[in-house]
């Protein structure tokens, strides 16, 4: 008589589970030891990577960026396939090579004077707070600058500290008090000071905003919308591989479609939406009423079913966190406390994009559109009397606004948090309209007695009459809608005020629970359910490669079990 095969599910087409399922199908003699499949609810593969076309160029709607080129599986494998070279355009094909042009709200470009000090300060910052650099000045390789940094970060952690108590710090209030240690040790300067050329804004308002532009920036490469709510200690766990981040010239979804080529056609199963799944908790024979050699049962919402011997789950946190959240019965018994509870603490955010294409009457066809910059933009503080009326709400974190590349017709911006979400809800002309207000307060340059002598509201609202007025016209838009999508609820995970590693660590563990020897329970069927995805690595969560190492992690842990057991 043969012996049936146990058969592994995998939940999620993305990179996590596409490369659970490359990993076990190429696996030696994984064909005479289990039957694989992975069911997507959506109608593709990808997951958060969904690579698009707009304007003609090529773009990323999810993931976008390599973080880093030595020692990434990710950057390994688009070698391997030649993804990093095309003749088609694409998203950021040549990085950020043209130098920006940092603006202040009002069209008042700033000189680097007032930009460079403040940008490494948050830089420098940072670097302290990621663990990056260790400031030393005992140490000849340090130069005065860094060691003055370092003793800016000291401060600043030493306040907050002090304030919050122990494991409660910020990442945004730690930056906050770095700022203000910043300006004490400039002290001789007039906070006040009047800057000729600059209008109502002084030093200390003009170092503030630029400071607020870095922040709105670190909002979206870490989703939290709120700095305030990133953990300080967790940040020096995070990981990133060392070289350049690039881009892959021939898409994001390369990768995945790579790492999928080898399975079967059948094996992975779209639109195939999991509602509900059914395990078995140690001490509890439940019969399932099909088959109950085999302890998981999936409920799809066609209301077809499907039995298993192991799941690897790898829906994201914000689906998890949903789960828990509306009491929705996804789990059957529930998940156990110790998950629920590091699911909740964790962070989950939403970062979208939106890319703008510039109308062909901006430019004659035939000519560039260089003209439109690389602009960063700093906006007056909320309290501000001086703020442009016309630029909307939801604009004022976009730290910028730029060509995908040098002379691309396509802008592309950047939303985090509640102006991510704001952003899913606008129409078209909504969008078009606010941008536009916004782009035009700030390519429109005052005049040089208005730069000299901008006292009155109706001047520094960016209602000026000038010549040098630069008026652009949108096209259409294409907006990422990360947040209200029912298969996502959001982008990347992050480390919460009140959540630690140890949290993305307990994300990861199997279910039944591993007893304190690290065996399964032997009341239960062993590795029932097993959690995969960016949100369960350690070091690497928020990013691709982190969901690849996931995805081999379980792959892994399914094949030692076998292999253990001598099959």
């Known amino acids: 008589m043969v012996a049936k095969k146990s058969r592994i599910v995998i939940i999620g087409a993305g990179m996590a589970g596409v490369t659970a399922a490359n990993k076990l199908f190429t696996a030696t003699g994984s064909k005479d030891l289990f039957e694989l499949c992975v069911v997507e609810g959506g109608s593709r593969i990808g997951g ?65 004077t007032l930009v460079d000090p403040i940008s490494s300060l948050f830089k420098n910052l940072m670097d302290y707070a990621q663990g990056k650099k260790v400031f030393d000045e005992s140490t000849e390789t340090e130069s005065k600058g860094d060691v003055e940094y370092g003793k800016l970060g000291d401060k600043a952690s030493e306040v907050c500290t002090s304030n919050g108590g122990l494991g409660k710090l ?19 300067q007039d906070e006040e000071l009047k800057l000729n050329g600059y209008g109502n804004w002084s030093r200390r ?24 709510t990133l953990d300080y200690s967790a940040e020096s766990e995070y990981r990133m591989f060392p070289g350049e981040e690039i881009t892959i010239a021939k898409g994001y979804l390369s990768i995945v479609q790579s790492l999928a080529s080898v399975l079967p056609p059948g094996l992975i199963q779209l639109g195939r939406k999991v509602t509900k799944i059914e395990w078995q908790q140690p001490e509890t024979h439940i019969n399932n009423g099909y088959d109950d050699t085999r302890p998981v049962k999936l409920h799809f919402s066609d209301g077809s079913v499907m039995l298993a011997d192991h799941v690897i789950v790898t829906v994201s946190l914000g689906v998890l966190k949903a789960s828990i959240q509306q009491d929705s019965g996804m789990f059957n018994p529930p998940l156990p406390s110790f998950k629920t509870e590091a699911i909740s603490r964790l962070g989950f955010g939403v970062v979208n ?40 709400w939801w604009m004022r974190k976009t730290a910028s606004l730029c060509p995908l590349y040098h002379n691309s017709s396509v802008l592309l911006s950047w939303f985090a948090g509640k102006e991510a979400l704001e952003l899913e809800s606008l129409k078209d002309e909504e969008i078009i309209n606010g941008v536009s207000a916004t782009v035009s307060s700030f390519l429109s340059k005052p005049q040089k007695k208005e730069k000299e002598n901008c006292h009155s509201h109706e001047l520094c609202n960016g209602n000026v009459n000038s010549k040098e007025n630069s008026e652009v016209k949108i096209a259409k838009v294409l907006k990422s809608q990360w947040g209200n999508d029912p298969l996502f609820l959001g982008s990347y995970s992050y480390v919460a005020v009140g959540s630690s590693g140890e949290d993305l660590d307990t994300m990861a563990e199997p279910l039944p629970k591993l007893n304190s020897c690290g065996d399964e329970p032997a009341t239960s069927p062993p590795l029932q ?12 969560y928020s990013t691709t490669h982190g969901a690849y190492f996931s995805g081999l992690r379980e792959a892994n842990r399914l094949l030692q079990h076998y292999h253990h057991l001598g099959v």
């Open 48 to 112: 958060r990577i969904n690579t698009s076309e707009f304007g003609g160029d090529r773009i990323e709607m999810g993931a976008t960026w390599i973080h880093g080129i030595g020692g990434s599986p990710v950057h390994k494998i688009a070698q391997e396939i030649h993804a990093l070279e095309s003749e088609q355009p694409w998203e950021c094909m040549d990085g950020s090579s043209d130098e920006a042009k940092t603006v202040a709200e009002c069209g008042f470009e700033l000189n680097p």
């Open 170 to 188: 910020s990442v945004g209030s730690f930056l906050r008090q770095g700022l203000e240690a910043y300006w004490v040790s400039k002290k001789n």
């Open 205 to 228: 308002l003009l170092e503030e905003a630029i400071f607020a532009m870095h922040e709105s920036t670190q909002r979206t490469y870490t989703s939290a919308g709120d700095l305030l």
């Open 353 to 392: 994009k939106l890319f703008l294409q510039l109308s062909s009457t901006h430019a004659t066809k035939g000519q560039d559109f260089s003209k439109f910059p690389f602009l960063q933009m700093v906006f007056h503080r909320a309290d501000s009397e001086f703020r442009h009326k016309k630029i909307p």
């Open 529 to 540: 359910i097993l959690f995969a995805g960016e949100a369960t690595h350690r070091t690497h």
